[in-house]
């Protein structure tokens, strides 16, 4: 028992000393909160009145990322289906397979989505499409260890129970095991989905097209009342894909 206090002792002691480095690296000072006086009256005097006139065509950007986020997010999730059954370890059938499809999952996840979208905005120039790749790429990682991990935990009974009665291995595959998971599977692709908004907002940084591209321009050109509408619009496109998101997951689970 004392050698159990001991241990979680130290746990704590290694906490506290982690965080006091990693606020010293970060500049971390509650003292520079103070400054936060200066930002809301910036919001205030500058953010107001907010351009209004512009909401035709912030509502069309805004539809410009919702297509991004979908159609990335689509396409990644169809790449992915197939690809996780060969890396999930019960229906890869070899390890070469699995460990080849496990790496490739691997990669493609570990490179964010701003990378992926600076390297096709240099190849293929500014718009909405070089976003969509970059999306597509990411997800494809993501939901592809998702599904493996579905795959992996689904029960081998009505697999086994096909394969009795003569049927190949992918149809067992694809008749016993992914009527288990699709729910689940239904429920990663919209949270992903939603997180794929608020990607192509950041894309839009760096030319991928949308309403997070007008959001820098107006940003740089310091028009702060369109960077109002921006905001609203962003907030409005992401509650709306939040909320609709929610109910279909739960209709689904």
């Not at 400054?35 to 069309?60: D, H, K, V």
């Not at 149809?171 to 095991?177: E, K, R």
Request: proline residues 4%; positive net charge; glycine residues 8%.
């Amino acid at each position: 028992m004392v050698w159990f206090r001991k241990r979680y002792i130290i746990y704590v002691i290694l906490l506290l000393v982690a965080c006091w480095w990693s606020m010293r690296i970060t500049g971390f000072d509650l003292r520079q909160l103070v400054q936060l006086g200066n930002m809301f009256e910036m919001l205030a005097t500058r953010f107001f009145p907010i351009e209004w006139s512009l909401l035709p065509r912030m509502a069309y950007h805004s539809i410009v990322t919702l297509a991004v986020a979908f159609l990335g997010s689509l396409l990644a999730l169809l790449i992915a289906l197939p690809v996780s059954f060969l890396a999930a370890q019960n229906t890869s059938g070899s390890i070469g397979v699995y460990g080849t499809s496990r790496f490739v999952l691997s990669g493609l996840r570990s490179i964010p989505e701003i990378v992926f979208g600076l390297l096709f905005v240099t190849v293929l120039g500014l718009g909405p499409f070089a976003a969509v790749l970059a999306i597509i790429l990411h997800n494809i990682g993501v939901l592809g260890k998702l599904i493996a991990e579905l795959i992996e935990s689904a029960d081998p009974g009505p697999q086994e129970a096909m394969k009795s009665i003569g049927a190949t291995k992918w149809v067992a595959n694809l008749f016993a095991i992914l009527p288990q998971i699709w729910p689940n599977v239904l429920s990663h692709y919209f949270y992903r989905f939603e997180v794929a908004i608020r990607t192509s907002l950041i894309l839009g940084f760096i030319g991928g097209g949308g309403i997070g591209q007008q959001l820098f321009n107006h940003f740089q050109s310091f028009y702060y009342t369109a960077v109002a509408l921006d905001i609203i619009c962003i907030m409005a496109l992401v509650l709306l894909v939040d909320f609709i998101g929610g109910r279909i997951r739960a209709r689904v689970i």
